[in-house]
Structures are given as structure tokens and as C-alpha cells.
């Protein structure tokens, strides 16, 4: 067993035998004064509280390891001829944190996806969690991963390191931004700070536009500067990697970019037939959504943060299909 599960066991447990304590009390409580069954409440009160700690379990020992590939295909009137049939996959939200003691489970993540032939690779960020130092578990098995154009990348909020003194007081948050930079760019990825690639295909081109993190929340930075990271690209077909989604109404709507990628949400990774409470802190939240002609996909991600479990969010990887619309003809 892994040692996070072994803390969240542990915690589970103590939480659970402190509410079967308060299952005894309410228990005596209802045969004392409705005189029903002392044992009958009891029991069921065992099962009710016996739910959460089951939907843990799963969520730590299986969920988290099971990845899901979805499969998009996204139509554009403004697509290049000889981009019709290009496929991107999506990865977002690594938090390397999350693999230090599965990295049989990332290994997983990088075949699954080196095995969909993917042309490009785009990682929308988030690769750790709190210090460049979980990358000391995951860089290798990273490194693996291949598209035939390569690994595109961008910033995500934690990769700025804005608590790492909690695990190492010798790095302030700027030193660790940077080595998390110089460790990605070692993994032979293409990270883009504010700027673009210009991707060259069968005679033609597309922009890949990369913004740093842009969020409407006080909480995250804010240091994206997307008409820096478009110079050079006017007229092109662009796709934007902005890790958080809000940036997509908050700066992206009504500007020339067809299509958005993000990640950030994780879904929360909760989802109950289909229901997640993100839904109430994110318009957009998971999949996929249409404005006009501009699309964003929100990639739920890899890893995790605040709980080390999913339950009804699984992990995902994202197969992007672009097309060139067809042209109807008249009559």
C-alpha cells in the first residue's frame, strides 16, 4: 500500500470512530425517545457511515490509476488543408507529487498516450505540486513521452511554487519557478512563457500560442500576457494553451483563436452521475464548450492535490482531432 493511503486510512479512521461514537448517542437517543430499535439504528447508522470510507478506498486504490482517453473531434472553417486529421493529445495537471510512490501508474499515463500516435503533445500545466523536487520521481518517465512533433508546454498556478517553504525553506518561490522551468525544458519539452511555436505541417503552418497562468481568482497568478505570446501570428490558425479556464471568458472570447486548452479543475475530482460541485466555481469545467466559433477543452487532468483520491472523475487523457469543416454546397 502506498503511504499516502496509509495517512488518509488513518485519518478516515479516526474521523470514522468518532462519528460511531455519535452513531451510539443518536442510536440510544431514538430508542429513548421513539422507542425504536437500539441495534436496528445502530446498524444502519454503520452502513451510512461505512459509504465514504468505501468511496475512498476506491478512489485512492483504484480510480486514480484507471486513465480514461477521450476522443474529440472539432471541426474549423479556418483550419489549414493539410491539417485536416491532425491529432493532438492533451495532458494536463501531472502534480508529480501525486506519483512519487505510483510511478508505475504514471508509466502507464506515458504509454497509453505514446500509444495514440498522437502529432503533438500538449501539456497544459501543473507538472508539480509544491517543489521541483517530485520531479526527482517522474523526469525520467516523462522523458518518454513522443509525439512526431514533439511536447508542447505551459506554466500552471503550482508551478510557480507558492508554498514551497512548506517543503523546503532553501528555495523561495521564484528560485523554484525557475528550476521547475529548466526541468521541464531538460524533459526536451517545448515550454512556452508568453509565447508561440510555429508548427509546420504538409506545406503548411498553425500557431501553438502559450500563455503563463491567468486566472480570475485572487488566489492564483496572473502573469499571462496574451497579445505578447501572439506577436508574429496574425492571420494564422492559433490554439491556445491557458491552463486555467476562466482565462478563456475572462480574455480569450472575441479574439482570433479557435481553439483553447486548459486543465486546472481536476473536476475536483468528484463527479456523481456526472454531477460535480466544481460546476459552481467553474462555467467551464470539464469537456468540451462552444462559443461562436471558438471551442475550449478542459482537460480534468492527471494528478491530485487536496485529497489523494478520485471518485467519479476519472483521470484523463485527451485525443484531439482536428478537422477542416466541409464546405456545403449550394443548390
Same mark, same amino acid.
Given at each position: 500500500?502506498?503511504?499516502?493511503?496509509?495517512?488518509?486510512?488513518?485519518?478516515?479512521?479516526?474521523?470514522?470512530?468518532?462519528?460511531?461514537?455519535?452513531?451510539?448517542?443518536?442510536?440510544?437517543?431514538?430508542?429513548?425517545?421513539?422507542?425504536?430499535?437500539?441495534?436496528?439504528?445502530?446498524?444502519?447508522?454503520?452502513?451510512?457511515?461505512?459509504?465514504?470510507?468505501?468511496?475512498?478506498?476506491?478512489?485512492?486504490?483504484?480510480?486514480?490509476?484507471?486513465?480514461?482517453?477521450?476522443?474529440?473531434?472539432?471541426?474549423?472553417?479556418?483550419?489549414?488543408?493539410?491539417?485536416?486529421?491532425?491529432?493532438?493529445?492533451?495532458?494536463?495537471?501531472?502534480?508529480?507529487?501525486?506519483?512519487?510512490?505510483?510511478?508505475?501508474?504514471?508509466?502507464?499515463?506515458?504509454?497509453?498516450?505514446?500509444?495514440?500516435?498522437?502529432?503533438?503533445?500538449?501539456?497544459?500545466? #501543473?507538472?508539480?505540486?509544491?517543489?521541483?523536487?517530485?520531479?526527482?520521481?517522474?523526469?525520467?518517465?516523462?522523458?518518454?513521452?513522443?509525439?512526431?512533433?514533439?511536447?508542447?508546454?505551459?506554466?500552471?498556478?503550482?508551478?510557480?511554487?507558492?508554498?514551497?517553504?512548506?517543503?523546503?525553506?532553501?528555495?523561495?518561490?521564484?528560485?523554484?519557478?525557475?528550476?521547475?522551468?529548466?526541468?521541464?525544458?531538460?524533459?526536451?519539452?517545448?515550454?512556452?512563457?508568453?509565447?508561440?511555436?510555429?508548427?509546420?505541417?504538409?506545406?503548411?503552418?498553425?500557431?501553438?500560442?502559450?500563455?503563463?497562468?491567468?486566472?480570475?481568482?485572487?488566489?492564483?497568478?496572473?502573469?499571462?500576457?496574451?497579445?505578447?505570446?501572439?506577436?508574429?501570428?496574425?492571420?494564422?490558425?492559433?490554439?491556445?494553451?491557458?491552463? #486555467?479556464?476562466?482565462?478563456?471568458?475572462?480574455?480569450?472570447?472575441?479574439?482570433?483563436?479557435?481553439?483553447?486548452?486548459?486543465?486546472?479543475?481536476?473536476?475536483?475530482?468528484?463527479?456523481?452521475?456526472?454531477?460535480?460541485?466544481?460546476?459552481?466555481?467553474?462555467?467551464?469545467?470539464?469537456?468540451?464548450?462552444?462559443?461562436?466559433?471558438?471551442?475550449?477543452?478542459?482537460?480534468?487532468?492527471?494528478?491530485?492535490?487536496?485529497?489523494?483520491?478520485?471518485?467519479?472523475?476519472?483521470?484523463?487523457?485527451?485525443?484531439?482531432?482536428?478537422?477542416?469543416?466541409?464546405?456545403?454546397?449550394?443548390?
Amino acid at each position: 500500500m502506498y503511504t499516502e493511503a496509509f495517512s488518509v486510512a488513518i485519518i478516515l479512521g479516526v474521523c470514522w470512530a468518532v462519528l460511531a461514537v455519535i452513531d451510539v448517542a443518536v442510536a440510544g437517543l431514538l430508542a429513548w425517545i421513539f422507542g425504536l430499535s437500539f441495534k436496528r439504528s445502530f446498524m444502519w447508522g454503520l452502513l451510512a457511515l461505512a459509504v465514504p470510507v468505501v468511496l475512498m478506498g476506491y478512489g485512492i486504490l483504484v480510480e486514480r490509476n484507471c486513465y480514461r482517453v477521450n476522443t474529440v473531434e472539432i471541426a474549423f472553417d479556418n483550419l489549414p488543408e493539410a491539417f485536416d486529421g491532425y491529432t493532438i493529445v492533451q495532458l494536463s495537471d501531472i502534480h508529480s507529487r501525486s506519483f512519487r510512490y505510483r510511478t508505475k501508474s504514471l508509466k502507464k499515463v506515458v504509454d497509453k498516450a505514446n500509444s495514440l500516435n498522437a502529432d503533438l503533445i500538449a501539456f497544459t500545466g #501543473d507538472i508539480v505540486t509544491i517543489s521541483p523536487n517530485e520531479l526527482d520521481a517522474t523526469a525520467g518517465i516523462l522523458s518518454g513521452l513522443k509525439a512526431r512533433d514533439g511536447i508542447v508546454s505551459i506554466l500552471g498556478n503550482h508551478d510557480y511554487c507558492p508554498y514551497i517553504k512548506q517543503s523546503d525553506r532553501r528555495l523561495s518561490s521564484e528560485k523554484g519557478k525557475a528550476e521547475v522551468i529548466a526541468r521541464e525544458r531538460d524533459l526536451g519539452w517545448k515550454l512556452l512563457i508568453n509565447e508561440n511555436f510555429i508548427l509546420h505541417h504538409k506545406g503548411d503552418s498553425i500557431a501553438i500560442v502559450g500563455v503563463e497562468n491567468t486566472s480570475t481568482s485572487p488566489h492564483f497568478p496572473k502573469r499571462g500576457d496574451l497579445n505578447k505570446a501572439m506577436a508574429g501570428t496574425e492571420g494564422m490558425f492559433r490554439i491556445l494553451l491557458s491552463h #486555467d479556464p476562466t482565462h478563456w471568458d475572462m480574455g480569450v472570447i472575441g479574439k482570433d483563436i479557435p481553439l483553447t486548452l486548459s486543465g486546472h479543475t481536476h473536476a475536483m475530482q468528484f463527479s456523481l452521475l456526472g454531477w460535480s460541485p466544481i460546476g459552481h466555481f467553474y462555467k467551464q469545467s470539464k469537456g468540451l464548450y462552444r462559443k461562436g466559433n471558438q471551442y475550449l477543452y478542459v482537460n480534468i487532468g492527471l494528478g491530485e492535490t487536496i485529497f489523494p483520491a478520485r471518485i467519479g472523475a476519472m483521470p484523463e487523457i485527451t485525443r484531439i482531432v482536428l478537422r477542416k469543416a466541409k464546405q456545403e454546397v449550394g443548390n
